[in-house]
């Protein structure tokens, strides 16, 4: 881990970090995107991709697999709300694709 904050972000500081995430929105209260493929194999490598990059940032996002599509959603349990982790985690993911 390195040292990203856990603390819960501000609605202005949640808002402005957002825009620079495309394709992801807020969802009770965690941040989601849906990821679509062109055949189910292709998503599952890509839901191991996450787990692996998600895995070293000791951030640990819900991950959804289904027929050529992969749900992700992150939020920082403990912080009891999203993070600057859950954004740079969602940064991360985006640049897999």
Do not use: C
């Not at 194999?41 to 050529?68: E, N, T």
């Not at 992150?74 to 859950?86: I, M, R, Y």
């Amino acid at each position: 881990m390195d040292g990203m904050s856990r603390d819960r972000l501000s609605d202005e500081a949640l808002n402005q970090g957002l825009e620079s995430l495309t394709g992801w929105d807020l969802q009770d209260g965690m941040l989601r995107r849906e990821f679509t493929f062109a055949a189910y194999a292709s998503g599952v490598v890509f839901a191991a991709a996450v787990g692996h990059v998600a895995d070293g940032m000791d951030h640990h996002p819900d991950i959804l697999i289904g027929y050529r599509k992969v749900v992700v959603s992150t939020v920082t349990h403990d912080a009891g709300g999203l993070t600057e982790l859950d954004l740079r985690l969602a940064r991360r993911i985006s640049e897999l694709v």
